[in-house]
């Protein structure tokens, strides 16, 4: 990560204490719902169960924080280091990724007790002084947990989307949907000229956001708002999934794959469209942003529509110029909502759905990570994957910022991820 | 099924009452131990979650009997149909096979309420008098779910195989071991002759277990006993695994393609071997009979031995002159164990292990399967597959007979199958 | 192989030298119109290329007899072991069977001087006087590579009709095609009781055709000829290909994963029904004997048609009773051709398709391979394969006998394979 | 393709006829050593035979050219555009990729005939007076044709490779080799700063290679030389293609899934180091710059030398200003050589080895493809590929030039590439 400019130790160390409280409850929260099974079921690959999320995020603090610096400490299970390492190669051998959801024991309780024993370490820990390298490791434990419970929502939704009963995460919402209508599609001009991206303290960032460095921005225009969903069955009704010249060559070999045929999660039932939702089967919302399509979806609707998609130097030297401003406050909703209002400046940048960049990700300029295992953390995902930019209605609101760089491989469709339109100017 | 001889009605009809009783009460005990989170993961395509059998033979009830024959009857939920169904496709689409393990709903607890709703409405139907054909469908239903709780058996134990905690099915036994002593290997000679082979009746059968007809069988010598853990050790420590001569060609690319180097679920830790069991992580008893070995490891030991498998015919002639001696009375105990003491006859032909023949599963002479959807129980597997005879230590004793066809693929290692020799006179 | 009864030895030498000669020239023949891309290619692993089999049919002798029983024999290339080993483990490390169309050099011209070569060492061989092992040996090469002229042609014929340009392999028929109606299917009756299978000398089998052993044989009825491409499109027209309960389980795996629609070959323009032959692309004959179908196929048709297929038993003591009565003499025509007339009994059992029985191959009793590396000839393959009996258009005559066993998985269809409908009496 | 500038029409259309004269006699030349077969053979699904380099280039002229622009032209085989189409979607249906070695018609003889059809077409054509537009497009196809010689060189070498013969391609090289010694290690600093990268006329360049825009080059550090074998063999002895650390994430799959253990076409014989090459099997040549490895494999190398790659732009600065020096004139030797002479500044950016950067190939700012079937050319794959830079001892001398953008999958090996090391300044 970043290292952080000096701050005053007592006030940071407090601030951690706060936030390790916070997010560690926020986690638990997340997973009030859940029985022993939905946790402990894995519904692909690449999504692993809530229980793991649970046990996996702990395990980070045990290992990384309290085996080294808290003199004494005795693991909760020895045996707990093999199940839920992740893919730290520096921290020995572990279970096979695929496999995750076999592990029915130690069951959902036992998980949150190992979960309460590190709390209580942790808090004894956090009571004493620290070096500010510990503090940030910590905070970094925290901002990692943080990315799970992300994770952890849209991996239950996977699940849940594979069980024909649809079972609904979080309860129905109340009363009547908000009726917006999405606004008219329009487009700000940018000029172009040299313009700075990435971090640079103070305050938390991953090592990949940085360092912050000059790049050429060409002149573009960036559209107000997102694709929505009645733009995108327009997309479909005019073939865009069976017109191989929308297509990157790699997109076009999954569409067939995988037999594509719109966004992950719908289907139709006589004229209607229906999608999954963590609110369980929903009717589509024609003005709501669209929402679980792959970085090949994004890229094959924009050339259907005469546009591209935005580099992330683009988005996010529009998004520095305009601040935080998203929806993502509306905490109990967690599904995309149509925007606010009309508006011709970009809105909701962040907190609705994350917005698939055309930009590789790769390390910027000077960028190093840290030798020991943290350094495993974002530089060795750099080959395959594409950025995506803002944060959805999944994401924690600590996780919003004009840096953050979120990225998955361009076929990945079960995250929250949407579109954003740009042209050239 | 075969169609039972002419029984009286009444006595038969309280027969069938009492066994489904049992039946369905013993189910749902060997479920007992089991967590939500157990009942529902899936390990692997060919196994299915111990909440999917509690289910699903639930659903053949619902569906076969009470649909059908209990005037008014309401299904308990109109979609476990689709979740439930296993492979009839004359009973409508169903979920994937190898998705099994992501219903995470119904809970366990549901289904056990699905179980309660079905059993008051079968008893209220068994209250009433019946036709013997109706009464005939619901012995095959309990049949069938009795074959399932074996299955259970065998899914529960590749299930908790693969957690690294190695948790115990059943509690692991009280007292030492019992240190019986394997009897030396012997055969008994067969002449050979015309023998009748085949169920007809009284009494249940699966219909591949008939019509009864005659066979030539040729003079032949069979094993007293399975081969034991430790001749298989010679086995390994003779190149057993890496000697493709030994093999069938099919079963040497098995070989390779799985990295077979001993029986499924064994393990060396230093210079001693272990295996996993029920009743979780145990030493490896050299006298107990072998177990988890395919037909293409049976095979090429027999071919190591210098002897070869018997075939079905030759098994089930000896079984019948014999009766019915095993020790599946044994029943608190679910692995194979030694056998009780030395003899040159053969011992054990039933309830310790499976024992492959070397018979294809193939129909008898005017063997026809039932025209209704009970007729895909047997007639479509009769392709790759091999027999196996005997019953294990996991058989339901009613399943315990000289005519039952037990079948597998040539490379499945999950039941509790073993091996015992046979050799031309 | 069976040990040949005693012979004349003089007179059994000169009878396996004009073996040899005769077998040598036609397999040469059969390659004459092949260009040396032609007999390079190979167009999947379970086929090889034509100059693969010219080599390896010469390997064996070179390696089994020549490098055996010929003093001073130099190979022609110390490489070609690696090269053309086909599966023999006794004999050392191999090239990948997938990759044997990779092979371009040696050129086909390189390994008909390797044939040369080797010819001439087995004639001064043959000159010699042998033991009746080694003429058994030299004996049972030939056959070896009488089994590789009919799979070179099977294997050619996949090849071309991967060609989108329909290459012809031999000439189209000059004149008419004969317009034969094929006979009204009939069928007729056999008692049961005990018959003798198997070969029993005199004459040359393949080790698997015995020992010569007694088996009940049930009554029954078996068809006067093979069904034809007129009763297929029936079956086609009646959902056979979309009707699950009609196939085996395994089979309706392979319909739906190989999206198979109907025989290998087969394909439509408008309402015309067309096949890819050794001849080039015809239009299907109605008459004709439909060929290229998988063993499941061909026990979904007859269950379809409320038939079975025979077993090799039944099959094989109806063809000892009438003696070889075929049409490969017509050899110039590499296709299955309608039946010669009207009749009631079975005829052309040999010589047009071979015949999917339902017979797993299995060993006889008392069955034993040899000891050394042609032992690895049959025994082997004895899991997870039919039997296939009577022989094609493209069998050599030598090889139309009542008790041949030829034996191919139950997905295979590039074979000339067909089928013979029987019935419980 | 970038518009090219306006040129003396008469002038550029003698040029182009004697660019097309001279690409397409090099074309054959390069295949005067192949047989049918070698011509024919596919080695795996990223290569082409070398019949379908020689045929699908000619289709290009016929269909982008001649079908267009020839009135009354007629096709030489109406059947080709099937066979011979790559990727274009626009064009219609073509044969499967992976089944090209199939193609065994037509023979190597009759694409030789069709390409002397489309010539004598082609010389007729370009006799008459023709617009820019067209010159262009048949400028675009005698480039597109040089990028194929290439790729029939590397697809060549690794279907011999495959062939335990180890064929050679083109004759040993007579004398003794060159006992050149590599320079040592040496790194030029390079100051920060705007650049300007990619094409702006005048002469040809694929449309990708522009526009020419600014980038920010940040000061860096730029190896003399590339990467040598023995370089290589040091990080083989320390561990490279063990330790996962070294790796990205898809790399380190990638050496697991692939069992990567050193660069493709190496092994060893006792103590010795031998690789394949085009003049057949030889000994490693320790300065001779390492070739055959892949993106994961150039960057596990920088990272273990405490390095990184270049990025295109970085590698492009300082080619512009150093002009084209390689040894790429050397045109008898298939195969990368030691570099020249000792040298502090970077030698042979041009003509040895493809260096690989660390540059996803992504659309420069502005990148627009055609709208017409050659927009196709390279727009479609710009994702998942990392550009190459410079040329190799195989590429066309036409195509050695500051700009050129080569790209391919990060775990592609049969290409000739190579690694030239960079550093933050």
Known sequence: MATPLPRDVNAHSEAIRRLYGAVRSQTLALCAGLSDADATAQSMPDASPAKWHLAHTTWFFETMVLAVHAPGYQPFDARFGFLFNSYYETLGARHARPKRGLLTRPSLDEVERYRSHIDAAMERLLEAPMTAALLALIELGCHHEQQHQELLLTDILHLFAENPLHPAYAPARRGPRPARQASSLAYSTYDGGLVDIGHAGPGFAFDCEGPRHPQVRPAFRLANRCVTNREWLEFMADGGYTTPLLWLSDGWTEVQRQGWRGPLYWWQEDEAHFHMTLHGAEPLDPDAPVCHVSYFEADAFATWAGARLPTEGEWESVAQ????????????????????????????????????????FSPYPGFRPSADAVGEYNGKFMSGQYVLRGGSCATPAGHIRATYRNFFKPDARWQFAGVRLAKDA
């Open 321 to 360: 110029a305009q601040g935080c401003e998203g929806n993502f406050a509306d905490s109990g909703v967690l599904q995309p909502m149509p925007a606010a209002g009309p508006s011709h400046a970009p809105q909701q940048l962040f907190g609705d759905v994350w917005e698939w960049t055309r930009s590789a």
